[in-house]
C-alpha cells in the first residue's frame, strides 16, 4: 500500500481489526520508509447493478453520490454520519438483493425518500423537492400534506 505521507510503495501492517458493522475490515499501516501510520479500510468488491438515468444514460453505482446526496438533505439537521452510513449500506444490500442489472434513478430515489421518512421529516422533504423537482408551492404543499398524514 503505497504511503499517503512519502509515496513509499510499501507499508506493513501493525494492527487490523473488523470495523463496527463487520462489513470491512479497518487496518493500522507503517510505512517502511518514513515510518508514518495510515489507517486503510478494506471492504468486499460487490457487483452493484447499473443505474440508469432519467435520460436513459447508464452509469456505475457510486456509493459516495448516495452519500452526498444524503448529507445535502440531512445538513443542519440532528442526523449522525453513522446513520447516514447504515442508510447508504441499507440501500447497498437492498441493491444487490434485487438482483436486478440495472436499476432506474426513480427507484433508488424512492428507496431513499423511504429512508429518509423514517429518519428526518426535513430531510425527507429536503430530497423530495430536488428529486421530484416541484414545479410550484402548490406541488411543495401536497407533498408536506402527504406526510402529514403518513
Given at each position: 500500500?503505497?504511503c499517503?505521507?512519502?509515496?513509499?510503495?510499501?507499508?506493513?501492517?501493525?494492527?487490523?481489526r473488523p470495523?463496527?458493522?463487520g462489513?470491512?475490515?479497518?487496518?493500522?499501516r507503517?510505512c517502511?520508509?518514513?515510518?508514518?501510520?495510515?489507517t486503510?479500510?478494506?471492504?468486499?468488491?460487490?457487483?452493484?447493478?447499473?443505474?440508469?438515468?432519467?435520460?436513459g444514460r447508464?452509469?456505475?453505482?457510486?456509493?459516495?453520490?448516495?452519500?452526498?446526496?444524503?448529507?445535502?438533505a440531512?445538513?443542519?439537521?440532528p442526523?449522525?454520519?453513522?446513520?447516514?452510513?447504515?442508510?447508504v449500506?441499507?440501500?447497498?444490500?437492498?441493491?444487490?438483493?434485487?438482483?436486478?442489472?440495472?436499476?432506474?434513478t426513480?427507484?433508488l430515489?424512492?428507496w431513499i425518500?423511504?429512508?429518509?421518512?423514517?429518519?428526518?421529516?426535513?430531510?425527507?422533504?429536503?430530497?423530495?423537492?430536488?428529486?421530484?423537482?416541484?414545479?410550484?408551492?402548490?406541488?411543495?404543499?401536497e407533498?408536506?400534506?402527504?406526510?402529514?398524514?403518513?
Amino acid at each position: 500500500m503505497k504511503c499517503p505521507f512519502c509515496n513509499f510503495s510499501d507499508s506493513k501492517v501493525v494492527d487490523s481489526r473488523p470495523d463496527k458493522g463487520g462489513a470491512a475490515i479497518r487496518r493500522r499501516r507503517e510505512c517502511e520508509s518514513c515510518g508514518k501510520r495510515f489507517t486503510t479500510h478494506e471492504r468486499v468488491e460487490e457487483v452493484l447493478p447499473l443505474v440508469t438515468k432519467r435520460d436513459g444514460r447508464r452509469e456505475p453505482f457510486e456509493r459516495m453520490k448516495l452519500v452526498n446526496g444524503i448529507q445535502k438533505a440531512c445538513e443542519k439537521r440532528p442526523v449522525s454520519v453513522e446513520t447516514i452510513e447504515k442508510m447508504v449500506d441499507r440501500l447497498e444490500t437492498r441493491l444487490q438483493e434485487s438482483g436486478e442489472r440495472e436499476i432506474p434513478t426513480t427507484t433508488l430515489g424512492e428507496w431513499i425518500m423511504s429512508e429518509l421518512h423514517g429518519v428526518d421529516q426535513v430531510a425527507y422533504v429536503r430530497f423530495a423537492s430536488v428529486y421530484r423537482s416541484f414545479k410550484d408551492i402548490n406541488e411543495f404543499m401536497e407533498e408536506l400534506q402527504d406526510l402529514l398524514k403518513k
